[in-house]
């Protein structure tokens, strides 16, 4: 007899041990329950429900009073397949009168040794189910329950911190073993260690929804309408929690558009904010219109300036290692330049078919310093595939990224005429990897070109003289275009953009004009020299000339060249302002 309380002290020791471990190995709210359930039967249970109030499966702390008493199954074991019970994901409501509701209402474990005497149900009402202060039997319910052989129960909620989580039932159907006071100890303490690690999923699952609604805000949200590429994008969180990757695509002056991927190293509320941060930072120094390879060096000082300021602060997340590929496109010239700091990868195809992977050199991680960003320029016609991806959508579990990359070249050849959505999803069916290693981020670009007609540009001399001819050719080429109602706002801004450039500028001057979505201005001149927007006084006789420009265009602004400069304006196409 003393050696039998022995193993049977052994084993209860034994099953509380396992439950210390395996029960806490999962930080998610399912996986936790499903946990207890695996530990519990058959070596405490037969059947076991675990039931979490709503408020817990959403991140949120449950706030008494706890009625009516409806929690949502949420992990069920033992049941016979055959004659269900109990069903994972249906919500419950208990009568005041149950075990279940006794349980929770004192805090403590309630034991039913003899499940012949209650006329309750003790497995409660599921849903559809009556609305509160609605009469409701159960007697059905009870002789389906005793009909499967269950003869005790013992039920236990799941408190922490004196916070009810929801509860958990442990039913027998063994001849001859009901639960004892020796069992309503072991489910008390099975159920506290439950609780602690339901607890932490909770937060957890919090926390995770915090991160995924602010990344999901700091995305972009829609991709703007433009002339220089059909673009689609897909976004595929990390496993368990949201990282760092992200992509943009963001219209440029004269019928350009620059793409970006990029990402920041780590997962959480930290990385997801910090790629926010350098996201935006992109985007204003896209404002500056300049080359990828500089605005690159832009965002690397401007990391190593943030990461100088957070020293004081070790437990911040850093920038430095973050990474970024930034291509503009001109649907003018075909031209495609690109520039990137670390590794993440592009790949092209041609309207042939053929798949090339751009030998773009690999700089260093933004705010590594070292060697400068170099720039490489690709001539594209039209109806090519330009593929941005971070390096998510080739590594993961049993993919190494060089077996990711053989596949992306063979998806990308075999289907050369899917357009930019058909793409990804593509990708996202034959590359990805079953566990990525990492978030991804894809941009899938085609490329369009401004068709020749749609385009005229002309040389402007340099003499004043020559403002009036001009504008009077400009206007001609508009009503050709069938753009009669711009042409007062276009000789507006065309007077104004080559005026100003004859008299602030030098040699050589050229005008071109662009028909897309809107009709674009650019005057180029040979000087550095930026203009200034300015309120003239009633006295002066000038300087209102971009005042104008600024007023009648949509947006206006320079970029510089190689060469000069370029003064651009925008405006519709009916000359709305």
């Known amino acids: 007899m003393l050696s039998d309380r022995a193993e049977q002290a052994g084993e209860r020791l034994k099953l509380l041990s396992d439950a210390g471990v395996r029960i806490s190995s999962s930080l998610e ?54 004659g269900l019970v109990f069903r994972v994901g249906e919500r419950v409501v208990y009568a005041p009168s149950t075990p279940q509701s006794r349980a929770v209402k004192a805090g403590a ?63 027998r159907t063994r001849p001859g073993e009901p639960f004892d006071e020796a069992d309503l100890a072991i489910a008390g303490e099975l159920a506290v260690r ?66 970006v991927v990029g990402k920041v190293a780590g997962q959480g509320l930290h990385t997801a904010a ?35 300021e957070r020293e004081a602060d070790s437990d911040d997340v850093r920038i430095t290692g973050a990474t970024c590929l930034y291509a503009i496109h001109d649907s003018v010239s075909g031209h495609c330049a ?35 960003f170099e720039a490489v320029g690709l001539s594209l016609p039209a109806a090519s595939r330009l593929v941005l991806y971070t390096n998510g959508l080739l590594e993961g ?67 004043l003289a020559a403002v009036a001819p001009l504008r009077a050719t400009c206007t001609r080429k508009l009503r050709a275009w069938g753009l009669e109602d711009a042409a007062y706002t276009a000789e507006l801004i065309i007077s104004e953009l080559i005026t100003n450039a004859l008299r602030y500028g030098s040699p050589p001057v050229r005008i071109r004009l ?11 001149d040979g000087s550095s020299t930026a203009p200034h927007l300015r309120r003239a006084a009633i006295t002066d006789e000038g300087g209102r000339g971009l005042f104008l420009v600024a007023q009648f265009a949509q947006r206006w602004g320079t970029r510089y060249t190689p060469h000069g400069k370029v003064i651009w304006a925008e405006a519709a196409l009916d000359g709305a302002l």
């Open 194 to 259: 439950t609780a602690v690690c339901v607890d932490n999923a909770r937060r957890y699952a919090r926390e995770h929804t915090m991160v995924t609604t602010l990344q999901r805000t700091l995305l972009p949200s829609g991709l703007p309408d433009q002339d220089a590429v059909r673009v689609a994008s897909r976004y595929l969180p990390a496993q368990g929690e949201a990282g760092g990757s992200w992509f943009d695509v963001i219209p440029l002056p004269g019928a350009r558009v620059a793409l």
């Open 109 to 171: 474990a309630v034991l039913l040794a003899d499940l012949t005497g209650p006329a309750e149900s003790p497995i409660g009402h599921s849903a559809p189910y009556q609305a509160p202060g609605q009469s409701a039997t159960y007697s059905a319910e009870t002789r389906r329950l005793l009909d499967h052989g269950v003869h005790s129960l013992i039920t236990v909620p799941l408190r922490f911190r004196g916070v009810t989580l929801g509860l958990a039932t442990f039913w």
């Open 274 to 308: 910090t790629m926010g941060r350098l996201r935006t930072a992109v985007q204003n120094f896209s404002a500056l219109d300049v080359p990828p390879d500089e605005l690159l060096s832009h965002l690397d000082e401007l990391v190593t300036r943030l990461d100088l």
């Open 29 to 82: 709210l399912t996986g936790t329950a499903e946990k207890l359930v695996d530990v519990a039967v058959p070596r405490f249970a037969d059947i076991v429900s675990v039931e979490l109030l709503e408020p817990v499966l959403r991140g949120e702390e449950p706030e008494p009073p706890y009625e009516p008493l409806a929690p949502h199954r949420t992990a069920v074991g033992g049941d016979p397949p055959d």
């Open 338 to 372: 690109m520039a990137r700091a670390g590794d993440p990868g592009i790949a092209v195809t041609h309207p042939d078919g053929t798949v090339d992977i751009p030998a773009v050199p690999i700089g260093p991680a933004l705010g590594m310093g070292g060697e400068p």
């Open 514 to 524: 662009l028909r897309g979505r809107s009709l674009i201005f650019e005057v180029s």
């Open 397 to 463: 579990e049993g993919q190494a990224a060089d077996t990711g990359l053989d596949l992306l070249r063979r998806t990308l050849a075999a289907e050369p005429d899917l357009g930019p959505d058909e793409t990804c999803r593509s990708l996202f069916d034959t590359v990805l990897p079953a566990h990525p290693s990492d978030d991804v981020a894809l941009l899938v670009a085609r490329t369009r070109l401004l068709a020749p007609e749609n385009v005229a540009e002309w040389d402007v001399p340099f003499d």
